[in-house]
């Protein structure tokens, strides 16, 4: 088992840019989760996905949409990247709804110019 | 509404002892503590719910203060391989999704 992957590993992107990060995990986990992680900031949740076909917003969604594609796989998109959006961006995943451990993935370090 | 941890840092020499703490203002559920290693994803360490039952590594020792909304983990015996930075990650309901991360606390172990 992978566990939790995402690709990219690291961007760069200029400022006006869109990008789509991928997240796949191979646990048959049914809910996942994107986060980004700023210094000193602890990690923030952008937008789940309790279970394929739903999705719904966390503390940080603006400036982000997501899509959960299947069972596997929940990518995070940034439609024109800001400075601000700058950060290491976990996705996780877990098995069961509610009270569950959360497995992340190694993240996506970005830098938007 | 964010947990508040405390210290933010710490640093042992290895054997020394550390608690790490974890507050928050609402009632809570469950509280989750990861750690995270520099450049690295955060681990699972402890899930401890309310009612009592912890979920977790049996060398991780934790305990939760549901009156108080506090939660603690400690670490004792330290060893150079409990460095990283501590989070607490907390749910006020059972079935609740989501849960909201204090800003961490930093734990370096010196030879």
């Known amino acids: 088992n992978a566990g939790v992957t995402q690709t990219p590993k690291f961007q760069v992107l200029k400022t006006g840019q869109s990008m789509t990060l991928q997240c796949a995990q191979d646990m048959n986990h049914n809910s996942m989760y994107w986060y980004r992680q700023d210094p000193g900031m602890g990690l923030r949740l952008i937008y789940y996905s309790a279970s394929e076909g739903t999705t719904d917003k966390g503390e940080v969604p603006n400036g982000y949409n997501v899509s959960r594609l299947n069972k596997r796989e929940f990518s995070l998109r940034l439609e024109s990247a800001a400075p601000s959006q700058t950060s290491v961006y976990f996705c996780?995943?877990?098995?069961?709804?509610?009270?569950?451990?959360?497995?992340f993935g190694p993240g996506t370090r970005l830098t938007v110019l | 509404q964010q947990p508040v941890q405390s210290p933010q840092a710490v640093i042992l020499r290895e054997g020394e002892d550390a608690v790490i703490n974890c507050s928050s203002s609402?009632?809570?559920?469950?509280v989750h503590w990861y750690r995270q290693k520099h450049g690295e994803a955060p681990v699972f360490l402890m899930i401890?719910?309310?009612?009592?039952e912890q979920k977790g590594h049996e060398k991780i020792s934790a305990s939760f203060n549901e009156k108080k909304q506090q939660s603690s983990l400690y670490l004792t015996a330290s060893q150079l391989s409990y460095s990283g930075t501590y989070f607490c990650?907390?749910?006020?309901?059972?079935?609740?999704?989501?849960?909201?991360f204090g800003k961490g606390t930093k734990l370096t172990v010196n030879p």
């Open positions: 401890l719910l309310k009612g009592g």
């Open positions: 609402k009632a809570l559920y469950s």
């Open positions: 996780a995943s877990k098995f069961t709804p509610g009270v569950d451990t959360q497995y």
């Open positions: 990650g907390t749910a006020v309901q059972g079935g609740s999704e989501k849960l909201v």
